[in-house]
Structure formats: structure tokens, C-alpha cells
Nanobody, 122 residues
Framework: VQLQASGGGLVQAGGSLTLSCAAS????????MGWFRQSPGKELEFVAR????????VYADFVKGRFTISRDNAKATVYLRMNSLSTEDTAIYYC????????????????WGQGTLVTVSS
């Protein structure tokens, strides 16, 4: 299983970024996928998840209305579009999956990508 995240970088507050996560070695089109993040000095936390066909999504309260998770099953890729970024969004972002159930719990995700760093400057 390999989850390759990309798209992180330095952006000014108020800006946007789109993260991508290319998956291999899993039945991607049947997989619940998620994004998590770890900010400096904080624990890993749930950001968003998406069901296998993209019809259902769940977001953490702190990203609702700003972030959008999506997927392209033909490309075995899950995306995280991030708008209106603030300095509090600075973190390493990880994609994860497949989940063993429809869940936001870290322990329910079988595999993790290497993470991509997002730095938001003021």
C-alpha cells in the first residue's frame, strides 16, 4: 500500500491550496479515505473523510465551509481543496485509508501517507 501526498507549500493567510493523494495497492474505488493533520505541538486530528463514490463527506468543524474533499476513482486520487487558509491551518497533512468503517477515528484507517507540509504565513 502506498499513499503519496503532494501539494503542500507556503501560502499567505487567506490563500488556497489543493492537496492530492495518489493511492496504490488498495481497492481505491471501494475505500473510505480521509485527511488528517498535525499542527506543531498538537496531536494528529481528523480533517475530512469521503466515502467510496464521493457522495458522502464529513468535515471537522474547524474546516467546514473552507475545505472540500473529493476523489477521482479513475486516478485513484483523493484531494483536499483548502480555501481561506489561516495560520492555524499550518500543519503536516496526511491522507489515510482505507478506513475499516465510516469513521473519523485515526485507529480506523489502515494506511497512511508520508504527509505534506502546509505553512500559512500571516
Amino acid at each position: 500500500v502506498q499513499l503519496q501526498a503532494s501539494g503542500g507549500g507556503l501560502v499567505q493567510a487567506g490563500g488556497s491550496l489543493t492537496l492530492s493523494c495518489a493511492a496504490s495497492g488498495i481497492a481505491f474505488s471501494a475505500a473510505v479515505m480521509g485527511w488528517f493533520r498535525q499542527s506543531p505541538g498538537k496531536e494528529l486530528e481528523f480533517v475530512a473523510r469521503i466515502n467510496s463514490n464521493g457522495a458522502a463527506t464529513v468535515y471537522a468543524d474547524f474546516v467546514k465551509g473552507r475545505f472540500t474533499i473529493s476523489r477521482d476513482n479513475a486516478k485513484a486520487t483523493v484531494y483536499l481543496r483548502m480555501n481561506s487558509l489561516s495560520t492555524e491551518d499550518t500543519a503536516i497533512y496526511y491522507c489515510a485509508g482505507p478506513a475499516t468503517r465510516w469513521s473519523s477515528d485515526i485507529s480506523d484507517y489502515d494506511a497512511w501517507g508520508q504527509g505534506t507540509l502546509v505553512t500559512v504565513s500571516s
